[in-house]
C-alpha cells in the first residue's frame, strides 16, 4: 500500500498533468475560434468586446446620481458600501450637502 506522501505526489503530478492539457485545449480552442472569426470576417466588437457588452464606467445603479464628486464622479447615495471619495469626505469631516447635484 502506498504511503500518504507518496500519494500526495502522485496527486500533484496528476494536478500538474491536467492543467498542461487544459493548456493545451485553451489554446487549441481559442485557435479555432480565431480561424472561424477570420473565415466568417467577425470581430471582437462583434461579440460585444472585452468587457462582455457593458460599457465602460456605466453605473451599476439606475437610480439618478444625488452627489459628484471632487474629480466628476457620480453616486446615487444608495444603500450599500460608500465610494472611497464619499468615504474620504466624510472622514475629513466634511458634508456631503456641498457635494449634492
Known amino acids: ?51 462582455g457588452g457593458k460599457k465602460a464606467g456605466k453605473s451599476k445603479s439606475s437610480a439618478p446620481a444625488k452627489y459628484r464628486g471632487p474629480n466628476g464622479e457620480l453616486w446615487a447615495g444608495g444603500p450599500g458600501r460608500k465610494p472611497e471619495w464619499v468615504r474620504a469626505v466624510l472622514a475629513s469631516g466634511k458634508s456631503l450637502d456641498s457635494y449634492r447635484i
Request: charged share 20%.
Open 1 to 51: 500500500m502506498a504511503t500518504y506522501s507518496e500519494l500526495m505526489a502522485q496527486a500533484q503530478n496528476l494536478m500538474a498533468q491536467a492543467e498542461q492539457a487544459r493548456k493545451n485545449e485553451i489554446a487549441s480552442v481559442i485557435a479555432d475560434i480565431k480561424a472561424k472569426m477570420k473565415q466568417f470576417g467577425i470581430t471582437t466588437a462583434d461579440l460585444g468586446g472585452a468587457s
